[in-house]
Each structure stands twice: as structure tokens, then as C-alpha cells.
């Protein structure tokens, strides 16, 4: 399959170049499927491309135009809020306006095939996101603070200290400073307990439910 084959999906992410790097990393074993382009900085394709990342709550927009221009923009087939915080006032308003939500806990099959699900006119849902909504964030109820239940669900995901301040943009002494923080909320004094905890509080890797429309 060439690259501009019409079956590949043409992605691209508009968002830090580490968030752009690591999501063109986990697409890479599905290239036969999706294919990830860099736009322009600040600027709209100019190439179709079928679906487009954007995190709304990065402001300003990181590397690339911001949501309304993407949404505006003839050369874009799809644009989806691809975030950390589902539950964000910018997401919700995206979501208003008809931007599906894809969580960046998905690992790289599970974003390729939503990927191409939207590019077919399918719906992504989102079936582990329930309880998250219910209580704003895992863990908020046992004192938990966003950003403390952002670093947890990626412990909880098997990534080390050094990848999860990568992912979160902190210091290594941040991310275990929150770590502590956290581990007393939850109750807990080891990493293994902490990964258990998670899972229990609906912190493991998002499972996904794909709907196609009906055959015409």
C-alpha cells in the first residue's frame, strides 16, 4: 500500500512535540492501516487529511491552529478532542459542537481502529468513561486532586517516572511528589498496591465501543 493510498487514514496531531512523537511511535506497527502528517505550524492542511488530534485544553493551541479553524477548514475530514481531561469545560463545549473524545490512556490498536472508525463515519464511545464522568475523576472521591489522578492512571497504565513526566510535562521530583501525595489519599505505600487501586477505581487502559452507522 503506497502512502497516499486511499485506504490509509491520514492523521495528524496538533498538539507538544512529545505528544506528536509518542502517538506517531504507537501508530507506527499499524501503518498499513493509518498514516500520521505534520501540518504547518499554526497553519491548516493544506492536503486532506481525514481525521485530526487536537487537545482543546492546550491553550494556546500547541504547534498548529486551534479548533475552530481545523473545524472550519475544507481539507479536514474529522477533528477530535484527543485529551487527558474529558471532563474539561473546552472539551465539553467541543463536544457540544459535535467533536467526539478520545482519551490518550489508548494504546496504539485501540486508537488505530478508532481512528478509522471515524474516518468511515463511525461513532466512538467511550464505555470505561461512565464512572469517570459520574466523579469528574478517578479517585476524586477519596480526596484525590486532577493532576494526582492523572499521574496515578498512568502508573496504573505501567508507565515509569521518567514516561510519566514525559506525558504530563513535569519534573521527575513533581511526579514523585505527587506520587506520595496521592499514595496517602488512596491508602496505599507500594507501587503494585497503587496499580490495584487504580484498576479497582476505573484507571486501567480504556476499553472502547465502536458503532458504525446503519448500511444505507
Request: charged share 25%.
Amino acid at each position: 500500500m503506497t502512502p497516499d493510498s486511499p485506504q490509509l487514514v491520514r492523521v495528524a496531531v496538533v498538539d507538544h512535540e512529545v505528544v506528536r512523537l509518542g502517538v506517531e511511535a504507537m501508530l507506527r506497527p499499524h501503518a498499513d492501516r493509518v498514516r500520521t502528517v505534520r501540518l504547518a505550524r499554526g497553519r491548516p492542511p493544506n492536503r486532506h487529511v481525514d481525521v485530526v488530534l487536537v487537545d482543546p485544553v492546550l491553550e494556546p493551541p500547541a504547534a498548529g491552529p486551534d479548533l475552530e479553524a481545523l473545524c472550519a477548514s475544507p481539507r479536514v475530514g474529522s477533528v477530535v478532542a484527543y485529551t487527558w481531561s474529558p471532563d474539561d469545560a473546552k472539551v465539553a463545549d467541543a463536544r457540544r459542537r459535535g467533536v467526539p473524545t478520545l482519551p490518550k490512556s489508548l494504546d496504539g490498536e485501540q486508537l488505530a481502529e478508532a481512528l478509522c472508525r471515524v474516518r468511515d463515519g463511525g461513532v466512538v464511545d467511550d464505555v470505561a468513561g461512565g464512572d469517570h464522568r459520574r466523579d469528574d475523576w478517578p479517585g476524586r472521591s477519596v480526596g484525590l486532586t486532577p493532576r494526582e489522578s492523572e499521574v496515578i492512571t498512568l502508573v496504573t497504565n505501567g508507565l515509569s517516572n521518567g514516561e510519566i513526566a514525559a506525558r504530563t510535562f513535569l519534573s521527575i521530583n513533581s511526579v514523585k511528589s505527587y506520587i506520595r501525595s496521592a499514595y496517602r489519599a488512596m491508602g496505599v505505600s507500594t507501587r503494585s498496591q497503587a496499580v490495584l487501586w487504580g484498576i479497582d477505581n476505573g484507571m486501567a487502559p480504556t476499553r472502547m465501543r465502536i458503532v458504525l452507522p446503519p448500511a444505507s
